[in-house]
Nanobody, 119 residues
Framework: QVQLVESGGGLVQAGTSLRLSCAASGGTFMRYTMGWFRQAPGREREFAAAIDWSADKTYYSDSVKGRFTISRDNAKNTVYLQMNSLKPEDTAVYYC????????????WGQGTQVTVSS
């Protein structure tokens, strides 16, 4: 069983940056593809970014591409989401997720961290 704990959320002004962290425990970190999802009030949870086990491949939604960067440190069992040029529409609860590399759907989820961007 993998446990995921997010941190780094907060209230920031538009145009600034924030870095989220997600610490994983309970599994072999390198066996997992890691992702970040977000859910804004009144909306469904949506994919933001993902990174494969080796960090060779990254994926982004169109809404965050060019502004957000996902990375991972396998030695620290941690995945990061660097968010730059934040916009009010980035306001959401951000969730870290993990799935085994050969599985289609995400299997483990964190509790989420709130990001609020003021205009």
């Amino acid at each position: 069983q993998v446990q995921l704990v997010e941190s780094g959320g907060g209230l920031v002004q538009a145009g600034t940056s924030l870095r989220l962290s997600c610490a994983a425990s309970g599994g072999t970190f390198m066996r997992y593809t890691m992702g970040w999802f977000r859910q804004a009030p009144g909306r469904e949870r949506e994919f933001a970014a993902a990174i494969d086990w080796s960090a060779d491949k990254t994926y982004y939604s169109d809404s965050v591409k060019g502004r957000f960067t996902i990375s991972r440190d396998n030695a620290k069992n941690t995945v990061y989401l660097q968010m730059n040029s934040l916009k009010p529409e980035d306001t959401a609860v951000y969730y870290c997720a993990a799935k085994r590399n050969y599985v289609a759907t995400y299997e483990y989820w964190g509790q989420g961290t709130q990001v609020t961007v003021s205009s």
